[in-house]
């Protein structure tokens, strides 16, 4: 059965979790840095429990049925395009789209390679090169080109299997920020937020046998669809606006990770 059609989404019970907080929204270290990006004031966490067991094949189903769920649907924040303010979805999702995002990533080292590619120099800072635009971002530096332009002479440095990791998306996230966004000189404020919203969300656990870290989320890039077209994260398409939805199977929660591309809060 495809997903939004009716059957058996009553099944699956979801509450919104107000009480979880999200240490990268409150450390006034993440904070200012998100203030310089101009994503400040448009990126949200949130959290909502639910009370099946979680299959992953049966994603498309279990979203649905999340999205037209009477203690989502009055919770789940997103921005007006219209008006700018933060609003609740408030309207009856018609299809949803959930991309697989790997996240098997469990240390920073991961991005090594942007000091071994001279990227990044030894001290952090990060190689500028001859202004270009990629649109709708202006490029000014190996980092920036490495992230967008697929033909540069380092794009392979990061494969498609590594540029689809969550970790690597949420890096790019923020590398690339909001409308105003200043960029950095060095590279060290991006890994440490990447890591810091990654360590937030994400789930992990001793294997009980082996006893290595292992992860136990499961992510997907989330996109809904009422009858006027695409409603969620945004009515605009932009590569900049997302939501992912990380779920733990175990604990049965949902990290909801929202951003809309505009203006971030200046002061």
């Not at 924040?77 to 999702?93: P, R, Y």
């Not at 690597?168 to 810091?196: I, M, S, W």
């Not at 969300?201 to 082996?210: A, E």
Request: net charge neutral; with cysteine; charged share 25%.
């Amino acid at each position: 059965m495809a997903a939004g059609e009716p059957g058996d989404l009553g099944r699956y019970y979801f509450r919104f979790l107000p009480q979880k907080t999200f240490q990268f929204l409150s450390a006034p270290e993440t904070t200012s840095r998100l203030r310089q990006w101009s994503m400040l004031g448009r990126i949200e966490a949130q959290a909502f429990g639910f009370d099946q067991t979680f299959q992953a094949y049966r994603k498309d189903d279990f979203l649905m049925a999340f999205f037209k769920h009477p203690n989502v649907i009055p919770n789940l924040k997103l921005l007006s395009d219209s008006s700018g303010q933060w609003i609740t979805l408030g309207t009856e999702v018609k299809k949803i789209e959930a991309i697989n995002v790997p996240c098997t990533q469990l240390s920073m080292s991961f991005f090594n390679r942007l000091y071994d590619e001279d990227i990044v120099r030894d001290s952090g800072h990060i190689v500028k090169c001859l202004d270009s635009f990629c649109d709708p971002f202006l490029i000014s530096d190996e980092l920036r080109k490495v992230l967008l332009m697929e033909d540069s002479e380092k794009y392979e440095v990061f494969s498609q299997p590594d540029r689809e990791e969550f970790l690597f998306c949420l890096f790019k996230h923020l590398c690339l920020g909001g409308a105003l966004c200043q960029y950095e000189d060095v590279v060290n404020p991006y890994l440490e937020t990447a890591k810091r919203i990654y360590k937030d969300l994400v789930s992990v656990r001793k294997h009980p046998q082996t006893k290595k870290i292992q992860i136990t989320s499961f992510v997907f890039k989330v996109t809904a669809y009422d009858s006027a077209g695409m409603c969620y994260p945004s009515t605009k398409n932009h590569e900049q606006t997302f939501s992912y939805f990380i779920v733990d199977p175990i604990r049965r929660h949902i990290h909801v990770l929202y951003h809309c591309y505009g203006v971030g809060e200046m002061s």
